[in-house]
């Protein structure tokens, strides 16, 4: 079953640091660029990061540049977000999704799984 499953969500105060891990199964996740995205309660779904194939390309949303820093470790089939300098507006299930090659911005593939929530609070 082709799949991939984040993990890393807790609850954090703000200024804090977390690391989610989004881990495939069933295929080779080198071949694919690998977005995060989240979704904070009553909002629409928002693009965070990227990360081109082989990890020479990443993008950001403003919201967390210089914050967070995508990174991916083929060899072990996982791709990371480090949050860093957590903010309350940060809280949000946090989701991973491929794309249709090695680039950013092409058509995502694959269906939304589980999530990990991210709950930034004193």
């Known amino acids: 079953q082709l799949q991939l499953v984040e993990s890393g969500g807790a609850l954090v105060q703000p200024g804090g640091s977390l690391r989610l891990s989004c881990t495939a199964s069933g295929f080779t996740l080198d071949t694919y660029a690998i977005g995060w995205f989240r979704q904070a309660p009553g909002k629409e779904r928002e693009g965070v990061s990227c990360?081109?194939?082989?990890?020479?390309?990443?993008n950001y949303a403003d919201s967390v540049k210089g914050r967070f820093l995508i990174s991916r470790d083929n060899a072990k089939n996982t791709v990371y977000l480090q949050m860093n300098s957590l903010k309350p507006e940060d809280t949000a299930v946090y989701y991973c999704?491929?794309?249709?090659?090695?680039?950013?911005?092409?058509?995502?593939?694959?269906?939304w799984g589980q999530g990990t929530q991210v709950t930034v609070s004193s």
């Open positions: 999704r491929r794309y249709l090659s090695v680039r950013c911005g092409t058509p995502l593939i694959g269906s």
């Open positions: 990360i081109s194939g082989r990890g020479g390309s990443t």
